[in-house]
């Protein structure tokens, strides 16, 4: 047998209610651009926007001028999708409590995840909607995932429950240390402060 290898994520494809509300939520409250739209090439009812969330991908929305807005909350049983989680800088997350407090809109309040800070609302169709920020950035030529990793088996080498920034801390150095390389033999931590 042989996997079938992903790179990254093509894009998300959500069932909107009308046009106008859509466009309003992802571009008018979250700041994506409105880049393209066409018909839904399944079902002629349908119109098919597609957004740009500022990553290189897409969030595209199904709409149909028939369907309003449900705020209930959307299900979240097996197979449903829990939660859309969006990247924000630590610069606009200290603001979106507020911002969203000045419109009127309920949301959880920030979120200590350790590695990251969340918020989370709920769009106007019920979608669980989180704002997180990275509480750290790779080295050059690492990714997210390979610092994740690696602060996980230090976070399970010590015996701690969750990661915190101390994982994230060393996970950076071990990585820049496999990673870079040096003209020095050793590599460990000094204080050029107690010289003989």
């Known amino acids: 047998m ?20 859509s466009i ?14 066409q018909p839904n090439l399944d079902d002629p009812n349908q119109s098919h926007l597609y ?7 897409l ?3 199904f709409t149909n001028e ?26 606009t997350f200290r603001q979106i409590a507020g911002r969203l407090d000045a419109l009127g809109i309920s949301h959880s309040g920030p979120k200590d995840r350790g590695f990251m800070d969340s918020i989370y609302f709920r769009d106007p169709l019920g979608l669980l909607i989180e704002l997180a920020s990275y ?9 997210m995932g390979e610092v994740m990793l690696e602060a996980h088996k230090l976070r399970v080498a010590r015996g701690d429950y969750n990661i915190q920034e101390v994982h ?11 990673t870079r390389r040096s003209l020095s033999e050793d590599r460990s931590a000094n204080n050029p402060y107690e010289r003989p």
Do not use: Y
């Not at 042989?2 to 509300?21: P, S, W, Y």
């Open 2 to 21: 042989r996997k079938i290898q992903t790179q990254g994520v093509h894009h998300i494809t959500l069932v909107g209610a009308d046009r106008q509300t």
């Open 24 to 37: 309003d939520f992802w571009e008018g409250l979250l700041g994506m651009p409105f880049v393209f739209e």
């Open 51 to 57: 957004f740009d969330p500022g990553d290189g991908r």
């Open 59 to 61: 969030i595209t929305i």
């Open 66 to 91: 028939d369907r309003k807005p449900d705020a209930e909350a959307a299900p979240q049983t097996i197979g449903c999708v829990h939660h859309l989680a969006l990247d924000v800088s630590q610069a």
């Open 135 to 143: 509480r750290f950035r790779p080295p050059a030529g690492v990714s």
């Open 168 to 178: 994230l801390a060393d996970a950076i150095e071990n990585l820049t240390h496999e």
